[in-house]
């Protein structure tokens, strides 16, 4: 057999060896179909996973608290912006008067000193100013002008005695006034108008934390559902996992 196998090979017949191949693994065949492939693992068992505390609202104010919505130009809607000069100066004068009223820390004493001086140094300036915005809302409503400026004015005292943005108002209130000190009756309106931003900027920054927290809110609820209970443990899912 093993000569007529080197004669057959030497005379090339290519398909001699091809069927011995072939037969070879014929034998072998019936022996590796006994043996199954091994069954994959089972899958882990779902993770339990702590759902995570809700984002909070700045200084802790109420979720619900109704603000103002950035305007066409970028800027927050405010009863402070797109005003005359002597509204400015009125509204500055308002600003201050609600932090002497509402600022009782003992490190914001300064201010009710301070806003009493506005009011002996800057007399006749403040005289002044009142009379112009007078004439400007009569200008713009006719001779019914003050009832839609009282409710102007009332919306400028509730902006300024926001609960929530008290601390960062008073400090910024206290700053103002230590700067007013010093300025001389003529720069009253300049004064004015370079510091009232000074106090918008508090709300603005509260505002702008806010619409975070918004959005914070709206993830979380995007991940865990709106009825999860934050520490509760619940099962993993695509929606839920992550860190």
């Known amino acids: 057999m093993g000569s007529q196998f080197i004669r057959m090979f030497k005379s090339g017949s ?5 069927g011995a191949i072939a037969a070879s693994i014929c034998v072998t065949s019936p022996a590796m ?7 994959p693992p089972p ?5 339990q996973i702590y759902v995570a505390w809700k984002p909070v609202t700045p200084e802790y104010a109420s979720p619900l608290l109704a603000y103002p919505a950035l305007g066409a130009d970028g800027l927050r ?18 600003g201050l008067n609600v ?11 300064d201010i009710l000193v301070n806003y009493r001086n506005l009011l002996k140094t800057h007399a006749k300036g403040l005289r002044a100013a009142n009379l112009k915005v007078d004439s400007e809302w009569r200008a713009k409503y006719g001779p019914g002008f003050v009832r839609p400026r009282e409710k102007y004015m009332t919306e400028v005292y509730n902006h300024y005695a926001i609960p929530p943005v008290k601390p ?16 001389k009756p003529v720069d009253l ?10 106090l918008e ?9 806010f619409d975070k927290y918004h959005s914070d809110m709206a993830a979380w609820e995007a991940r865990w559902g709106k009825d999860a209970v934050p520490g509760t443990l619940v099962l993993e899912t695509p929606q839920n996992a992550g860190t």
């Not at 290519?14 to 091809?18: D, I, R, S, W």
């Open 14 to 18: 290519l398909a001699f060896l091809v």
């Open 168 to 183: 960062a108002f008073c400090n910024a209130a206290l700053a103002v006034s230590n700067e007013m000190k010093t300025v």
């Open 77 to 94: 809607v405010s009863v402070n912006r797109n005003i005359s000069p002597a509204q400015t100066v009125w509204n500055l004068r308002s």
């Open 99 to 109: 932090a002497a009223l509402n600022c009782r820390d003992p490190g914001h004493a």
């Open 33 to 39: 179909a006994g043996k199954k492939k091994p069954a």
């Open 43 to 47: 899958p882990p068992p779902p993770r």
């Open 189 to 198: 309106t300049a004064f004015a108008t370079r510091s009232l931003p000074s």
């Open 201 to 209: 900027i508090v709300f603005d920054d509260f505002f702008k934390r």
